[in-house]
């Protein structure tokens, strides 16, 4: 049977990888000239695909404003085809609410100029994530083309219907020997006339459903191939009985084969098989500092930042929509896949860093100024010199414990709520900076009578602050005469606990954990374990020689600390352990690791907290994980993916027998080390226990019972790329000229995680709302005249009309928020829940605190599906399926 080949012309434009953006700048702004060029000549090279990322438009038009109206007629024409995406993301560690703006910000860039392609288009993403049908279905498309994930053991056709987790599905196309195969078209016509009977085509185009393949034309950083329609012709005449070649379209390869109406197979789930291909299945600890950074501000910007801003937006401020667009762009372009894997140079990671770096200090110092403008012009019921205004970012009323860093004028005082009654508090740490803040000057009103203290202490203090409305705050007053002071002190005790758990330090440093609920003791937990890594940026790969050294075969230094309000136990070991990989193999262990696991329970709450400090700056090449042993033997673990609860197995059994009985034919080991959003957890009928990573989000079950979570801390590596790693046969991944001396991580490191143990199921425990919460802190805002310096900048007075408490909405129901945020194209706001549960149906309803004009409910675009009723301000939403998530429009 003849086949139709559709070239499709295209560059593969990784914004960095061994080089820097920069760099991968320069050149785009040259090569797209070309493209553009080529593009206009009355020819039949008549199509160009710009990688399905629109933040090349941004980066090219930077430099080259006066291409504008050029780029504008070419995709208006048809025949430059941009978009969805604004950055190529990654699927599996970026949250969903990044996914979720990545392409609706891409679609916004590429309106501007035309219609963008209506595709998945997602040709080097390390996996696909099993919520990205949903994600598609929503943006209203209805097909993706990608090459990693899925192998022929799984599906016999590169063509096929994709579910995901919610049961949402998508036609897919896969691109199985990548999106390079036809990018090296020989000139030689005897060479030629081979091309097309070699591999990858000849194994790849007889597995195709119909008559209609795929030959992407193009490279990483690859220039337009100028002589290609004559490349084209030669290949038709030489391969007349067998092809027809044409310039093609994603688009169009798309719709030739759906016109043929093809049966095709189904495959469900989240696609990470790395026969075919190599998916990197620890790429989730490369760089694990700069892992941990993206957790954190992904976290920060959608579940303290945009809320706040919206809480403000209700009550009169501006929402500084550009900002909020500027931070998640640069967001972006380390969301894509190589910057987010920290497969790139160290050099380039230094661009993700002080990306990173800006887009924390620019939403922080956004949230601070909000925080301000709200917490000044609430109107005083007393008159106090100093107030905490507290913010609750959640769609739930919370009673917890609050950490912040505060200034105070002396160490005992009072804090009163709303109803003056006192609020207990402790100091965790105290440090004078009287000099620092009296002498600083620059206040705007010096004739203004105002508090003036004659001690200043930088101080951290934990205060447990009573009721606290949803999406709302409420602020606290400072009595200087009274005392609600609660002392810290530290104890001779080895025990510590709260209404929820009873904890012990033994001897060897671990934790034993008595879940008062479930009456269940879990014995040892957090066992700190050390072992070798002999990968590279991409894979973590165990020596073949390892040596595993556990914390508990060293005598710790334990300190305990308690108070009312919070109680900790640190355990300090100097582990002894090898220095490099030569050294472990040899079984010698020259240097000293000083290494520390705090845990922390505060008062009410079922969250314990711990904190690990590891002092990394004499040994290379290993590997820091923390053990739970949970006593409860499983065949899967539960944890979350974006927008929904997913489970996988423990040991892929069919891969591996696939895997030992032909490892040739496989590029990577289908190992069972994975990746979360805010939870993992085991659990039966009975009970369970989920970790709530807060860096490093990668997790593996282990133990002979398969009963252990094992969360990775960190992991060090010095190379780019190394060949025949033991989970990664064959050839280097990246490069294996580059050095990586900085990924060896060299310093002080400091990573946060928490546990909850629960009695009862999974979905009674409501263990993704609790994680949600874990990730979405309260924040406080401290008012004081004499912090009005250069220390906080100086701001004039504004009328103070806001009332003391204030609270926007509240949901009532089994739904998991993921973002509450200003709609894009209209005034209302945006709210998104989604069902954490375990395949189970949730119900929920919004209880709005001030008057509502409509509700409607709106798809990821935003434009409205139905409107929803209203009654006594109070909306029911409709019912939510297993991983599945709504999104509403509220004015």
Same mark, same amino acid.
């Given at each position: 049977?003849?086949?139709?080949? #559709?070239?499709?012309?295209?560059?593969? &434009?990784?914004?960095?990888?061994?080089?820097?953006?920069?760099?991968?700048?320069?050149?785009?702004?040259?090569?797209?000239?070309?493209?553009?060029?080529?593009?206009?000549?009355?020819?039949?090279?008549?199509?160009?695909?710009?990688?399905?990322?629109?933040?090349?438009?941004?980066?090219?038009?930077?430099?080259?404003?006066?291409?504008?109206?050029?780029?504008?007629?070419?995709?208006?024409?048809?025949?430059?085809?941009?978009?969805? &995406?604004?950055?190529? %993301?990654?699927?599996?560690?970026?949250?969903?609410?990044?996914?979720?703006?990545?392409?609706?910000?891409?679609?916004?860039?590429?309106?501007?100029?035309?219609?963008?392609?209506?595709?998945?288009?997602?040709?080097?993403?390390?996996?696909?994530?099993?919520?990205? @049908?949903?994600?598609?279905?929503?943006?209203?498309?209805?097909?993706?083309?990608?090459?990693?994930?899925?192998?022929?053991?799984?599906?016999?056709?590169?063509?096929?219907?994709?579910?995901?987790?919610?049961?949402?599905?998508?036609?897919?196309?896969?691109? =199985?020997?990548?999106?390079?195969?036809?990018?090296?078209?020989?000139?030689?016509?005897?060479?030629?006339?081979?091309?097309?009977?070699?591999?990858?085509? *000849?194994?790849?185009?007889?597995?195709?459903? %119909?008559?209609?393949?795929?030959?992407?034309?193009?490279?990483?950083?690859?220039?337009?191939?100028?002589?290609? =329609?004559?490349?084209?012709?030669?290949?038709?005449?030489?391969?007349?009985?067998?092809?027809?070649? #044409?310039?093609?379209?994603?688009?169009?390869?798309?719709?030739?084969?759906?016109?043929?109406?093809?049966?095709?197979?189904?495959?469900?789930?989240?696609?990470?098989?790395?026969?075919?291909?190599?998916?990197?299945?620890?790429?989730?600890?490369?760089?694990?500092?700069?892992?941990?950074?993206?957790?954190?501000?992904?976290?920060?910007?959608?579940?303290?930042?945009?809320?706040?801003?919206?809480?403000?937006?209700?009550?009169?401020?501006?929402?500084?929509?550009?900002?909020?667009?500027?931070?998640?762009?640069?967001?972006?372009?380390?969301?894509?896949?190589?910057?987010?894997?920290?497969?790139?140079?160290?050099?380039?990671?230094?661009?993700?860093?002080?990306?990173?770096?800006?887009?924390?200090?620019?939403?922080?110092?956004?949230?601070?100024?909000?925080?301000?403008?709200?917490?000044?012009?609430?109107?005083?019921?007393?008159?106090?010199?100093?107030?905490?205004?507290?913010?609750?970012?959640?769609?739930?009323?919370?009673?917890?414990?609050?950490?912040?860093?505060?200034?105070?004028?002396?160490?005992?005082?009072?804090?009163?709520?709303?109803?003056?009654?006192?609020?207990?508090?402790?100091?965790?740490?105290?440090?004078?900076?009287?000099?620092?803040?009296?002498?600083?000057?620059?206040?705007?009103?010096?004739?203004?009578?105002?508090?003036?203290?004659?001690?200043?202490?930088?101080?951290?203090?934990?205060?447990?602050?009573?009721?606290?409305?949803?999406?709302?705050?409420?602020?606290?007053?400072?009595?200087?005469?009274?005392?609600?002071?609660?002392?810290?002190?530290?104890?001779?005790?080895?025990?510590?606990?709260?209404?929820?758990?009873?904890?012990?330090?033994?001897?060897?440093?671990?934790?034993?954990?008595?879940?008062?609920?479930?009456?269940?003791?879990?014995?040892?937990?957090?066992?700190?374990?050390?072992?070798?890594?002999?990968?590279?940026?991409?894979?973590?790969?165990?020596?073949? *020689?390892?040596?595993?050294?556990?914390?508990?075969?060293?005598?710790?230094?334990?300190?305990?600390?308690?108070?009312?309000?919070?109680?900790?136990?640190?355990?300090?070991?100097?582990?002894?352990?090898?220095?490099?990989?030569?050294?472990?193999?040899?079984?010698?262990?020259?240097?000293?690791?000083?290494?520390?696991?705090?845990?922390?329970?505060?008062?009410?709450?079922?969250?314990?907290?711990?904190?690990?400090?590891?002092?990394?700056?004499?040994?290379?090449?290993?590997?820091?994980?923390?053990?739970?042993?949970?006593?409860?033997?499983?065949?899967?673990?539960?944890?979350?993916?974006?927008?929904?609860?997913?489970?996988?197995?423990?040991?892929?059994?069919?891969?591996?027998?696939?895997?030992?009985?032909?490892?040739?034919?496989?590029?990577?080991?289908?190992?069972?080390?994975?990746?979360?959003?805010?939870?993992?957890?085991?659990?039966?009928?009975?009970?369970?226990?989920?970790?709530? @990573?807060?860096?490093?989000?990668?997790?593996?079950?282990?133990?002979?019972?398969?009963?252990?979570?094992?969360?990775?801390?960190?992991?060090?590596?010095?190379?780019?790329?190394?060949?025949?790693?033991?989970?990664?046969?064959?050839?280097?991944?990246?490069?294996?000229?580059?050095?990586?001396?900085?990924?060896?991580?060299?310093?002080?490191?400091?990573?946060?995680?928490?546990?909850?143990?629960?009695?009862?199921?999974?979905?009674?425990?409501?263990?993704?709302?609790?994680?949600?919460?874990?990730?979405?802190?309260?924040?406080?805002?401290?008012?004081?005249?004499?912090?009005?310096?250069?220390?906080?900048?100086?701001?004039?007075?504004?009328?103070?009309?806001?009332?003391?408490?204030?609270?926007?909405?509240?949901?009532?129901?089994?739904?998991?928020?993921?973002?509450?945020?200003?709609?894009?194209?209209?005034?209302?706001?945006?709210?998104?829940?989604?069902?954490?549960?375990?395949?189970?149906?949730?119900?929920?309803?919004?209880?709005?605190?001030?008057?509502?004009?409509?509700?409607?409910?709106?798809?990821?675009?935003?434009?409205?599906?139905?409107?929803?009723?209203?009654?006594?301000?109070?909306?029911?939403?409709?019912?939510?399926? #297993?991983?599945?998530?709504?999104?509403?429009?509220?004015?």
């Amino acid at each position: 049977m003849k086949k139709t080949v #559709h070239v499709v012309p295209h560059s593969h &434009w990784d914004r960095e990888w061994y080089f820097t953006t920069s760099r991968s700048k320069i050149y785009l702004m040259h090569d797209l000239q070309k493209v553009l060029t080529q593009l206009e000549k009355d020819d039949t090279y008549d199509h160009f695909i710009l990688d399905g990322q629109a933040s090349l438009l941004d980066d090219y038009l930077n430099w080259r404003p006066q291409d504008r109206n050029r780029i504008r007629k070419l995709v208006q024409a048809g025949q430059l085809i941009i978009g969805p &995406w604004y950055t190529q %993301t990654d699927q599996l560690v970026i949250s969903g609410e990044s996914i979720v703006r990545n392409m609706l910000y891409g679609m916004q860039v590429c309106e501007a100029f035309g219609d963008y392609m209506n595709v998945g288009y997602v040709p080097d993403s390390f996996g696909q994530a099993a919520s990205m @049908p949903q994600i598609y279905q929503q943006f209203g498309i209805e097909d993706t083309l990608f090459w990693r994930g899925v192998s022929d053991d799984e599906v016999k056709q590169t063509e096929f219907v994709w579910k995901g987790e919610d049961g949402s599905s998508v036609t897919a196309f896969q691109i =199985p020997s990548g999106y390079y195969i036809g990018g090296a078209i020989p000139e030689n016509k005897e060479a030629l006339a081979d091309f097309l009977h070699e591999e990858p085509f *000849k194994t790849t185009w007889s597995r195709s459903a %119909t008559d209609q393949v795929y030959f992407p034309n193009g490279f990483d950083q690859a220039p337009v191939r100028e002589n290609l =329609p004559e490349l084209i012709e030669q290949m038709n005449a030489l391969y007349q009985d067998e092809y027809e070649l #044409h310039i093609s379209t994603i688009e169009k390869y798309i719709a030739a084969i759906k016109e043929q109406q093809p049966e095709l197979e189904e495959i469900a789930g989240e696609l990470i098989n790395g026969k075919l291909m190599r998916i990197h299945k620890t790429i989730f600890s490369s760089r694990s500092d700069l892992k941990a950074l993206n957790t954190q501000i992904q976290h920060y910007l959608t579940n303290v930042m945009e809320p706040i801003l919206t809480i403000a937006k209700q009550l009169g401020f501006e929402y500084p929509v550009e900002t909020v667009k500027e931070i998640w762009k640069l967001m972006f372009e380390n969301a894509a896949h190589d910057s987010i894997g920290s497969c790139v140079s160290d050099n380039t990671n230094e661009d993700v860093y002080m990306r990173y770096k800006q887009a924390r200090d620019i939403a922080m110092n956004l949230v601070e100024l909000t925080m301000r403008q709200i917490a000044t012009t609430i109107k005083e019921s007393k008159n106090t010199p100093i107030t905490f205004t507290l913010f609750n970012p959640y769609d739930h009323p919370r009673n917890e414990v609050v950490e912040a860093e505060v200034y105070l004028p002396q160490k005992e005082f009072a804090i009163l709520d709303e109803a003056g009654q006192s609020v207990s508090y402790t100091v965790l740490e105290m440090i004078d900076q009287t000099d620092y803040v009296l002498n600083q000057g620059n206040i705007l009103n010096p004739t203004k009578d105002y508090y003036h203290p004659t001690k200043v202490y930088k101080a951290k203090i934990a205060v447990a602050a009573g009721q606290l409305p949803s999406l709302g705050y409420t602020q606290l007053t400072i009595d200087l005469s009274g005392n609600s002071y609660q002392t810290f002190e530290r104890t001779t005790n080895r025990t510590i606990e709260n209404n929820y758990y009873r904890i012990t330090v033994n001897a060897n440093g671990s934790f034993d954990i008595f879940d008062k609920a479930a009456q269940v003791l879990y014995n040892e937990q957090g066992i700190i374990e050390e072992n070798g890594d002999n990968g590279d940026s991409f894979n973590y790969s165990p020596p073949e *020689k390892d040596w595993v050294i556990s914390s508990i075969d060293f005598e710790p230094v334990i300190e305990v600390h308690e108070s009312s309000v919070l109680k900790t136990i640190k355990s300090s070991f100097v582990l002894q352990v090898p220095a490099n990989l030569e050294e472990r193999a040899a079984k010698k262990a020259t240097v000293q690791l000083p290494i520390s696991l705090e845990v922390t329970v505060k008062q009410d709450s079922p969250v314990i907290d711990f904190h690990l400090k590891a002092d990394n700056q004499s040994v290379d090449s290993h590997r820091i994980c923390v053990l739970f042993d949970t006593n409860i033997p499983s065949k899967f673990s539960t944890a979350d993916q974006q927008f929904g609860t997913i489970q996988r197995p423990v040991v892929f059994e069919k891969e591996m027998k696939l895997w030992e009985a032909n490892k040739e034919q496989w590029n990577e080991q289908p190992i069972a080390i994975e990746t979360c959003q805010t939870f993992v957890s085991l659990f039966n009928d009975q009970r369970g226990a989920a970790i709530l @990573p807060k860096g490093v989000r990668e997790y593996e079950i282990v133990g002979e019972n398969y009963d252990t979570i094992r969360l990775t801390i960190f992991r060090t590596y010095g190379f780019m790329g190394k060949e025949n790693l033991m989970y990664r046969p064959g050839r280097a991944s990246g490069e294996t000229v580059i050095a990586t001396p900085d990924a060896q991580l060299h310093k002080r490191l400091e990573f946060s995680f928490s546990a909850y143990y629960f009695a009862g199921s999974f979905n009674q425990a409501d263990v993704a709302n609790i994680a949600k919460i874990a990730v979405s802190p309260v924040q406080l805002y401290q008012a004081a005249e004499f912090l009005n310096s250069r220390l906080n900048f100086t701001l004039g007075d504004e009328p103070k009309t806001l009332a003391t408490s204030y609270s926007m909405a509240e949901v009532v129901g089994d739904l998991t928020l993921s973002v509450v945020k200003k709609a894009e194209k209209r005034e209302g706001c945006i709210i998104r829940l989604y069902n954490g549960k375990l395949k189970e149906t949730c119900h929920a309803a919004i209880k709005f605190k001030q008057e509502v004009q409509k509700v409607e409910l709106v798809n990821l675009k935003e434009e409205t599906v139905a409107e929803l009723e209203l009654q006594d301000q109070t909306v029911s939403l409709p019912e939510v399926a #297993h991983a599945k998530f709504i999104t509403l429009y509220v004015e």
